[in-house]
T-cell receptor
Framework: GAVVSQHPSWVICKSGTSVKIECRSLDFQATTMFWYRQFPKQSLMLMATSNEGSKATYEQGVEKDKFLINHASLTLSTLTVTSAHPEDSSFYIC????????????FGPGTRLTVL | KQEVTQIPAALSVPEGENLVLNCSFTDSAIYNLQWFRQDPGKGLTSLLLIQSSQREQTSGRLNASLDKSSGRSTLYIAASQPGDSATYLCAVTFGNEKLTFGTGTRLTIIP
């Protein structure tokens, strides 16, 4: 089956620093990847849609200058949280949609970000 | 606004019992509906995907149904086991091709 990985699985950083999270589709090419955020005991909220070779589309209320998304290849998308603050602490999950026409999204294992 | 709701938020059931989890959505114009499982601190595992043209899907002890007209889906788990304990998320793809997640039901199977 399709596998999506994320790195790192968890990260702790100081307030004001930037953190990069990688999302990779390991055995398929993904023209579209999605980034979600999940706060404790809440559901997943879509942050942005990442399309290979073009700018990401951000959901309302998500600051594009704070959450930088780069989808430079068909197997890699990165999310950089710039100038992180404690309120950015959350569980970030990516997913990838296969270009083969399948309807489902394949989810990564998530990255736990803690900003001190 | 397209919303997905799951009730109850938490459910505890003795091992061996059958159970039903509920999901409701506000817009009947859906593309598909999925049920996921999430273990604490982990990512999502896809359980079942139901296309808008389908009424149900089955995988092992799991059966998911879809009633678009009433805006409801159910996930039936037969002969529950302690390993079934997890949070179950319902997610709907509406016409805009984005997944909208419900708030989840945290299931605990009591040995």
């Amino acid at each position: 089956g399709a596998v999506v990985s994320q790195h790192p699985s968890w990260v702790i950083c100081k307030s004001g620093t930037s953190v990069k999270i990688e999302c990779r589709s390991l055995d398929f090419q993904a023209t579209t990847m999605f980034w979600y955020r999940q706060f404790p005991k809440q559901s997943l909220m879509l942050m942005a849609t990442s399309n290979e070779g073009s700018k990401a589309t951000y959901e309302q209320g998500v600051e594009k200058d704070k959450f930088l998304i780069n989808h430079a290849s068909l197997t890699l998308s990165t999310l950089t949280v710039t100038s992180a603050h404690p309120e950015d602490s959350s569980f970030y999950i990516c997913s990838a949609r296969s270009p083969s026409g399948e309807d489902t999204q394949y989810f990564g294992p998530g990255t736990r970000l803690t900003v001190l | 606004k397209q919303e997905v709701t799951q009730i109850p938020a938490a459910l505890s059931v003795p091992e061996g019992e059958n159970l039903v989890l509920n999901c409701s959505f506000t817009d009947s114009a859906i593309y598909n509906l999925q049920w996921f499982r999430q273990d604490p601190g982990k990512g999502l595992t896809s359980l079942l995907l139901i296309q808008s043209s389908q009424r149900e899907q089955t995988s092992g002890r799991l059966n998911a149904s879809l009633d678009k007209s009433s805006g409801r889906s159910t996930l039936y788990i037969a002969a529950s086991q302690p390993g079934d304990s997890a949070t179950y998320l319902c997610a709907v793809t509406f016409g805009n091709e984005k997944l909208t997640f419900g708030t989840g039901t945290r299931l605990t199977i009591i040995p």
